[in-house]
């Protein structure tokens, strides 16, 4: 009876230490301690590949990749529970003001340029190109289209099945942002989920639906999904790494950016994977679908990162472009 | 001496029925910590939307543009599962507990009710999961019209869920019928299938309602599965092919979303979580009130 009383505090007290324990970290630094990052599900697949790499290269660092949507990432990230926040949108005014009255000064570093896909079943035959103009007619609040023939009238007269991100989303704030005007507002009845692999799952076995999410994933499926041009005012164009990149694909092409606490800088282990983030977000971008912007972004990146320079580039100017062709 | 270790036992005595008091007690104070929470913000919700228009409006927007706080569609989506589930769970339910309590061997009995209990141990995430997968894809082979997330599979997985409480409260509740009746029957030259049907059906039918009754609790309040398989689309409809949301989701959604505290959108969940709990109440009563009625007392 004593024996098992003192062989269960011997493996309690076992368990109870070695959390923040230096584990072989192999050559020069040996880095050690944790980096926390959080965000945008959309942004999630260049920071899982960049976590990956930089395993190797620094195998004493735990870097934890969490996915609660850009929204949800800001606020970790204003609590400081987090020391980066990926997010597909600009931080928003509410969020700028909360950083500055809880003393957080952050940097914001774009990473990699996505174009949100606008998406139908590769057995719809009628739909070649849309206007953001009937974008706008399909998703806005009240909106009264219900078939494809509302939309066109030469189109079939079959309801739409929507499909797009959940509220949490900031796939979902930009595109309701650029398409209605105003972030966050759309009508109701459509597919929500921030699980883009289930929007995937909804539209490639349904032959009236129509989504969007972000370039990577149709990327993936393009055996399932077929791809709409999107005619923003300058003539319809496809999502391709090149119109993406040159900003033809309009208005629904964006940076995505990560947001880093200043204040984390100052543990090395941050420093450094930012450090590597940058150097590698480039090529490992492409690799899982996004666009690379030019090497003078990433180099101006790094630059603000070495002189700490804090604060949005988007303080008092238009956070989202306006649409050229619009009736508003 | 004697009158020493007396006084010790009183006092022993008085401790240990002060302590099995207070901990009986502390399921009172838990509820009444809940009902206290969920008014305090409730009542502050209210001061904002209007009760009427809250209780009868038909579209639920509280996170997109414009906003509208009719609860109604999240209500139909709740009602369509558990009437999914009820349609599902009770017939399999009652004749289940039919077979086990009144033709099963002693050796099928044995076999038949831990895998039943089986059942109910799998965690309800799993189930929606198994929604999700499954269930989803065979409904759409068989129905090409049914949405990705629709309201029957995840009505289907919560009655399966839900089916072993149901099956094991009638059987109980079956052979608590005295064994005189079934005797009487028989010796009136009826059949077993007369005999379970005509008299002990009825005569455990106050129990079986029981069974009902918390089936239907339990389905009102189940959260995962409704979450994974049914949807996020607030949808007043009565077609259970289609996208839903329970009042349950909507919770799990504003509570893992970035709402922020004491905003009206963080209010909406307190409100949801008030007509959840007065519907689980009131059923609860209902519940009691009938079998109450329909209760047969046997000497």
């Known amino acids: 009876m004593r024996y098992m009383l003192a062989l269960s505090i011997m493996v309690l007290l076992a368990a109870c230490g070695g959390s923040d324990a230096p584990s072989n970290a192999g050559e020069e630094p040996g880095l050690t301690g944790a980096v926390r990052m959080d965000g945008s599900s959309t942004v999630f697949p260049i920071s899982e590949a960049v976590a990956e790499e930089y395993l190797a290269e620094a195998p004493g660092v735990r870097v934890t990749v969490g996915v609660s949507g850009t929204g949800g990432g800001f606020k970790k990230f204003l609590n400081q529970e987090i020391d980066i926040n990926a997010a597909s949108r600009p931080i928003k005014e509410s969020e700028f003001d909360k950083s500055v009255a809880a003393g957080i000064r952050f940097i914001e570093l774009p990473v990699a340029f996505d174009g949100i896909s606008v998406v139908v079943n590769p057995e719809n035959t009628w739909v070649d190109q849309l206007t953001t103009d009937e974008l706008q007619r399909i998703w806005q609040p009240d909106s009264v289209v219900t078939t494809w023939k509302d939309v066109r009238a030469e189109w079939p007269d079959e309801k739409i099945r929507l499909y797009g991100p959940g509220t949490d989303s900031g796939t979902f704030d930009y595109f309701t942002g650029v398409i209605n005007g105003k972030e966050q507002a759309s009508r109701a009845d459509f597919t929500a989920s921030e699980d883009d692999n289930v929007l995937i799952q909804g539209i490639s076995g349904d032959r009236y639906a129509l989504g969007y999410f972000g370039f990577a994933y149709f990327l993936e499926n393009q055996d399932k999904l077929r791809a709409v041009a999107i005619d923003g005012g300058q003539g319809p164009i496809l999502p391709t790494p090149i119109t993406i990149n040159d900003g033809s694909y309009a208005p629904l092409s964006r940076p995505i950016y990560i947001y880093l606490n200043v204040a984390s800088l100052d543990k090395p282990q941050v420093a450094d994977f930012v450090r590597f983030y940058l150097e590698s977000a480039g090529s490992l971008a492409e690799e899982v679908g996004y666009i690379t912007l030019p090497e003078a972004s990433y180099a101006g990146a790094r630059a603000r990162v070495a002189a700490r320079t804090s604060g949005s580039s988007y303080q008092g100017e238009p956070r989202l472009p306006k649409l050229t062709a619009s009736s508003e | ?299």
């Not at chain 2, 339910?93 to 033709?103: H, K, M, Q, R």
């Not at chain 2, 141990?121 to 019209?145: M, Q, S």
């Not at chain 2, 309201?151 to 099956?167: N, Q, R």
């Open chain 2, 1 to 299: 001496m004697a009158e020493l270790s007396a006084k010790k036992t009183r006092w022993n005595e008085w401790v240990l029925e002060k302590l099995f008091f207070f901990c009986a007690f502390v399921s009172v104070i838990t509820t009444a910590a809940v009902i206290f929470i969920l008014l305090e913000e409730t009542l502050t919700f209210f001061e904002t939307v209007p009760v009427l228009e809250f209780l009868t409006g038909t579209r639920w927007t509280p996170l997109l543009e414009p906003k509208h706080y009719g609860i109604l569609p999240l209500v139909a989506g709740t009602m369509l599962i558990v009437i999914g589930a009820a349609i599902v769970a009770l017939p399999i339910g009652v004749a289940s507990a039919i077979f086990l309590s009144e033709y099963a061997s002693h050796r099928a009995r044995s076999i038949i009710k831990p895998i039943l209990e089986i059942l109910a141990g799998i965690p309800t995430v799993v189930y929606g999961y198994f929604a999700l997968t499954f269930i989803t894809p065979g409904l759409r082979v068989i129905l090409p019209d049914t949405q990705i997330f629709n309201a029957a599979s995840a009505a289907i997985v919560v009655g399966i869920m839900v089916l072993p409480m149901v099956a094991s409260l009638c059987d109980d509740a079956l052979r608590a019928v005295p064994a005189s009746l079934r005797h009487g029957g028989y010796s009136l030259g009826a059949t077993s299938f007369e005999v379970t049907t005509r008299i002990v059906v009825p005569a455990g039918l106050s129990g079986i309602f029981a069974a009902f009754v918390l089936a239907v609790s339990r389905a009102i309040g189940e959260t995962m599965a409704v979450t994974l398989a049914a949807g996020a689309t607030p949808n007043l409809t009565a077609n259970p092919l289609e996208s839903i949301q329970t009042m349950t989701a909507y919770i799990v959604q504003v509570s893992l979303g970035d709402t922020p505290s004491g905003s009206l959108t963080y209010q909406t969940l307190f409100a949801v979580a008030s007509v959840l709990f007065v519907s689980t109440l009131m059923l609860n009563i209902l519940g009691t009130w009938v079998m109450r009625k329909f209760r047969e007392v046997y000497e």
